[in-house]
């Protein structure tokens, strides 16, 4: 990463409250439901529109799963018993209920049409990686935002 500034002073004070941010940021494990609008979900997911990635080229994709959310569980776990077995599969169940208490979900995924075609000239592996840190980006960017919100999250790899 190259850094420039651009600006006539350096904030020091929005950079410490940033990093202060991160800092109090936890993945909680037993997440409580509650009201959330479908405006406070959109200024989240405005954290993922605005990520960069490489060549703006864009791979993240995500899907809010709100208003069936529980639904979502349920499929979850009806894979993790398909998938998982003996102290695995306990573990993996024995952490369902804490997720299932939370208000909606964020599924993030990456759209193979952008990280399977790069551009002419590039290298299909290093244009690979770019989605991946694009993902990450993504990622980080959206539970800094739920954190900023007030909100908890857990990050869930399934």
Not at 60 to 72: D, G, I, K, S, T
Not at 111 to 132: I, L, R
Not at 134 to 152: E, F, H, P, T, Y
Request: charged share 20%; glycine share 6%.
């Amino acid at each position: 990463m190259t850094v420039t500034s651009n600006a006539p002073g350096l904030d020091h004070e929005a950079v410490a409250g940033y990093v202060a941010q991160i800092k109090q940021r936890r993945s909680i494990r037993k997440l409580t439901s509650g009201a959330i609008t479908d405006t406070a979900i959109r200024h989240i997911l405005e954290a993922a529109r605005w990520s960069p990635s490489s060549f703006n080229s864009q791979p993240v994709r995500l899907v809010v799963v709100h208003e069936r959310h529980a639904a979502l569980w349920d499929f979850i776990e009806q894979t993790f018993r398909a998938k998982l077995s003996g102290e695995q599969l306990e573990r993996a169940i024995g952490r369902l209920p804490g997720y299932r208490a939370g208000s909606f979900d964020i599924v993030f995924y990456e759209d193979t049409t952008v990280a399977n075609n790069p551009p002419q000239g590039a290298n299909p592996e290093v244009w690979k990686s770019f989605a991946v840190q694009a993902m990450g980006i993504a990622q980080a960017n959206v539970w800094n935002a739920v954190s900023v919100a007030g909100l908890a999250t857990s990050d869930q790899h399934v």
